[in-house]
C-alpha cells in the first residue's frame, strides 16, 4: 500500500509523521505534492523521508490511498486535474472541510465510472496520535475500503464511522477542537505567570491540568459536570473561579464556537461549488487548468499561473 497527499500543509505532515511513527506505512511509500516548495511543513516531509513532488499527477500515479489535503474551494479543479489519472485502485479521501462525497464522486465520476470515494474529519494531534477522526463511506467505496481507512487513522488516535450528515458538526467540535484548548491553555499559562509563576512552568502544569482532566473523561463513566463538582470544596478556591467564568460566558462561548465553525464549514462547501479560485489560491495548487500552451509567441513549452504573486494561506 502507498499513500499519496495532494496538498502539503500542516494536515499532511502531521498525518505522514502520525503513520511513519505508528509503523503502518514507511515514509518511502508516501508521497506528497504542493507548487509552494517553500513551506516549512515540506522541509519536515523533506526530513521525514516522504517523497516530494510539484506534480499532482505524479503523487496519484504513486499512491493507493489519496488525501485529498488542500482548501475546500480548490478542491473542485484538482479533481478537473487529477480525475482522468484516478483508477480502480485508488481510494480518494478528503480531508477537505464541508466538501460533500456527492459533490467529488460528480467530478469524478466525469473520467471514471465507480470512483471509489470517503470523507473524513480529523485534526492535528495525529501527529502525537491522539487524534480524533469520523469518516463516510461514499456510494461506491467498499467494506475493505472502509477497513484500510479505519486501520489507518486509528493507529494515529480515536477513528470511528458516522453518517456524513454528522461531519460538519465533528468538524466544529474536534476538527477545530485544538485551537479552542491551545487558545484555553495559553490564557492559563498568562494567569500564572501573572500570578508570579515562571512562564514555562505555568505552560507545563496547565498543559499537564488539561491532559489529565481529558484522560480522566475518557477513562471514567463519570459526567464531566461530575468530575467538576469534585474539584470544588465548598467556599473553596475553584468554586469561586468557576463562578467568574460562568459570568464571563464561559459556556456560552465554546458552544457558540462550535456552531460557528459548523455553519463556516457549511459555507465553504457553498464556495466549492462556485468553483471560484482567487489568484492567492492558485499558487497552492498544481492545476493543468491554469497551465496553458504559449503559442502566441511562439514559445514552446508551458507557462504556468503558479509563478504569479498572492498571498500565502495556512493549509
Known amino acids: 500500500m502507498s499513500v499519496g497527499f495532494i496538498g502539503a500543509g500542516q494536515l499532511a505532515y502531521a498525518l505522514a509523521r502520525g503513520f511513519t511513527a505508528a509503523g503502518v506505512i514507511a515514509t518511502h511509500k508516501i508521497t506528497a505534492s504542493s507548487p509552494d516548495t517553500g513551506l516549512p511543513t515540506v522541509t519536515g516531509l523533506r526530513k521525514l523521508g516522504v517523497n516530494f513532488t510539484t506534480s499532482n499527477k505524479e503523487t496519484v500515479k504513486n499512491s493507493d490511498v489519496l488525501f485529498l489535503a488542500v482548501k475546500p474551494h480548490i478542491i473542485p479543479f484538482v479533481l478537473d486535474e487529477i480525475g482522468p489519472d484516478i483508477e480502480n485502485r485508488h481510494l480518494v479521501v478528503s480531508c477537505a472541510a464541508g466538501v460533500t462525497i456527492q459533490s467529488i464522486e460528480k467530478k469524478l465520476s466525469l473520467c471514471h465510472p465507480a470512483p471509489k470515494v470517503m470523507r473524513c474529519m480529523t485534526n492535528t494531534p495525529v501527529v502525537v496520535r491522539e487524534g480524533a477522526t469520523v469518516y463516510a463511506t461514499g456510494t461506491h467505496a467498499k467494506v475493505e475500503d472502509s477497513m484500510l481507512l479505519e ?97 464571563g460566558g464561559f459556556r456560552s462561548l465554546l458552544i457558540n464556537a462550535v ?14 461549488d462556485q468553483e471560484k479560485i482567487s489568484p492567492a489560491a492558485i499558487k497552492k495548487t498544481t492545476l493543468d487548468k491554469v497551465l496553458q500552451e504559449s503559442t502566441s509567441f511562439g514559445v514552446k513549452g508551458r507557462i504556468s499561473l503558479l509563478n504569479s504573486k498572492g498571498t500565502n494561506s495556512k493549509n
Request: include cysteine; charged fraction near 20%; charge should be negative.
Open 151 to 247: 486501520q489507518l487513522m486509528a493507529s494515529v488516535g480515536f477513528c470511528i464511522e458516522v453518517e456524513e450528515d454528522l461531519i460538519d458538526a465533528v468538524t466544529g467540535l474536534s476538527g477545530s477542537g485544538p485551537a479552542y484548548a491551545f487558545t484555553a491553555l495559553d490564557a492559563l499559562a498568562d494567569g500564572g505567570v501573572k500570578m508570579g509563576l515562571p512562564r514555562r512552568l505555568a505552560l507545563r502544569l496547565g498543559a499537564q491540568a488539561l491532559l489529565g482532566a481529558a484522560k480522566m473523561v475518557l477513562d471514567s463513566e463519570q459526567h464531566p459536570g461530575q468530575l467538576k463538582d469534585n474539584v470544588c470544596s465548598p467556599g473553596g478556591a475553584t468554586i469561586h473561579a468557576l463562578h467568574v467564568m460562568e459570568s
Open 259 to 272: 456552531e460557528t465553525s459548523c455553519i463556516r464549514t457549511r459555507e465553504l462547501q457553498c464556495l466549492a
